[in-house]
């Protein structure tokens, strides 16, 4: 009986740590599937970093957190993933959306904002080397939100279609190959090196 006791308070203990971690365990699946779904960009025009820790100069936040940038021959692209379902609303430059799932409401940051953040991040270290660089800001949600948001400077897409809306805004090359190892070199020389765990307690810190 004991050990019944013992069995039910360790799996008790554990279902409380995945409740806890869900959410981040959720974004770091969503971040992967489209980590793959950029893998098929012709490797020659395009660049991936994943997962990059910028400084955020510009922002109320100690560093930023982009999921993916794309750095190529037509400019570059923040992506920010969302693995988030259910009905998703807001305004393109509202402070918050909201996610309704079966008439339970969540708040949450508007991810284009967030984006925005990210390439004022990139723009503030190529911009005195690259002052006509293009950005383009894409968000991308898991196939079970439906996104209502219209959006005029940003594209929302499903996560499967990340590799597909790249292309699509690739409409001009402005740079060349040699242009494009110089700012994935300039990129990494301005990283900063904290685990995910640091930046969101900085993140944090600031809302308090």
């Given at each position: 009986?004991?050990d019944l006791y013992?069995?039910?308070?360790?799996?008790?203990?554990?279902?409380?740590?995945?409740?806890?971690?869900?959410?981040?365990i959720?974004?770091y699946?969503?971040?992967?599937?489209?980590?793959?779904?950029?893998?098929s960009?012709?490797?020659?025009?395009?660049?991936?970093?994943?997962?990059?820790?910028?400084?955020?100069?510009?922002?109320?936040?100690?560093?930023?957190?982009?999921?993916?940038?794309?750095?190529?021959?037509?400019?570059?692209?923040?992506?920010?993933?969302?693995?988030?379902?259910?009905?998703?609303?807001?305004s393109?430059?509202?402070?918050?959306?909201?996610?309704?799932?079966?008439?339970?409401?969540?708040?949450?940051?508007?991810?284009?904002?967030?984006?925005?953040?990210?390439?004022?991040?990139?723009?503030?270290?190529?911009?005195?080397?690259?002052p006509?660089?293009?950005?383009?800001?894409?968000?991308?949600?898991?196939?079970?939100?439906?996104?209502?948001?219209?959006?005029?400077?940003?594209?929302?897409?499903?996560?499967?279609?990340?590799?597909?809306?790249?292309?699509?805004?690739?409409?001009?090359e402005?740079?060349?190959p040699?242009?494009?190892?110089?700012?994935?070199?300039?990129?990494?020389?301005?990283?900063?090196?904290?685990?995910?765990?640091?930046h969101?307690?900085?993140?944090?810190?600031?809302?308090?």
């Amino acid at each position: 009986m004991q050990d019944l006791y013992i069995s039910f308070g360790i799996f008790f203990v554990l279902c409380l740590v995945l409740e806890s971690l869900w959410p981040r365990i959720k974004g770091y699946m969503g971040e992967a599937v489209v980590k793959m779904e950029l893998s098929s960009l012709d490797k020659d025009k395009y660049s991936i970093i994943n997962n990059l820790v910028l400084e955020n100069l510009s922002g109320n936040t100690y560093s930023t957190q982009i999921d993916h940038l794309v750095i190529s021959t037509y400019g570059v692209f923040s992506i920010e993933t969302k693995n988030y379902k259910g009905l998703i609303y807001g305004s393109e430059y509202s402070k918050k959306w909201i996610q309704n799932i079966h008439g339970n409401k969540n708040e949450f940051m508007n991810p284009i904002l967030q984006n925005y953040a990210h390439i004022k991040a990139v723009k503030s270290i190529l911009r005195k080397y690259y002052p006509n660089m293009r950005y383009f800001s894409i968000v991308a949600f898991s196939p079970d939100a439906k996104v209502k948001v219209k959006t005029n400077d940003s594209v929302i897409c499903k996560m499967s279609q990340v590799s597909r809306n790249v292309k699509k805004l690739s409409d001009k090359e402005i740079l060349n190959p040699n242009d494009l190892k110089n700012i994935v070199e300039l990129i990494e020389e301005n990283k900063l090196n904290i685990s995910n765990g640091e930046h969101v307690r900085n993140v944090v810190s600031r809302q308090l």
